[in-house]
């Protein structure tokens, strides 16, 4: 994956930088969900501070910012991964700590 790819994925939550679960699960090639069982099962390696779920208002908001995003091409809107989430589960945001 290309830096710029990777640097489009960056996003300000919180005021922090963070990547999405589905955007870490593309850049490892793997799916999101087996991202995501891995993390639970290691629970005690991703700290608060390193890893935290979006609140629904966080995640509608940053959905937003990706869509106007996608209009100016500065990145890709959320797509295949997202499309088997359910409605009522945000996505996970790691930190770069």
């Given at each position: 994956?290309?830096?710029?790819?990777?640097?489009?994925?960056?996003?300000?939550?919180?005021?922090?930088?963070?990547?999405?679960?589905?955007?870490?699960?593309?850049?490892?090639?793997?799916e999101t969900k087996v991202l995501?069982?891995?993390v639970k099962r290691n629970a005690?390696?991703?700290?608060?501070?390193?890893?935290?779920?979006?609140?629904?208002?966080?995640?509608?908001?940053?959905q937003k910012q990706m869509i106007?995003?996608?209009?100016?091409?500065?990145?890709?809107?959320?797509?295949?991964?997202?499309?088997?989430?359910?409605?009522?589960?945000?996505?996970?945001?790691?930190?770069?700590?």
């Amino acid at each position: 994956m290309q830096i710029t790819i990777i640097q489009q994925k960056i996003y300000d939550v919180k005021g922090q930088k963070i990547m999405l679960d589905f955007d870490l699960a593309q850049l490892y090639s793997v799916e999101t969900k087996v991202l995501n069982q891995s993390v639970k099962r290691n629970a005690e390696r991703f700290p608060s501070s390193f890893m935290f779920r979006l609140r629904t208002g966080e995640w509608k908001l940053l959905q937003k910012q990706m869509i106007v995003a996608q209009t100016h091409n500065w990145s890709q809107f959320v797509t295949g991964s997202q499309k088997h989430r359910g409605k009522r589960t945000t996505p996970f945001a790691f930190t770069e700590h």
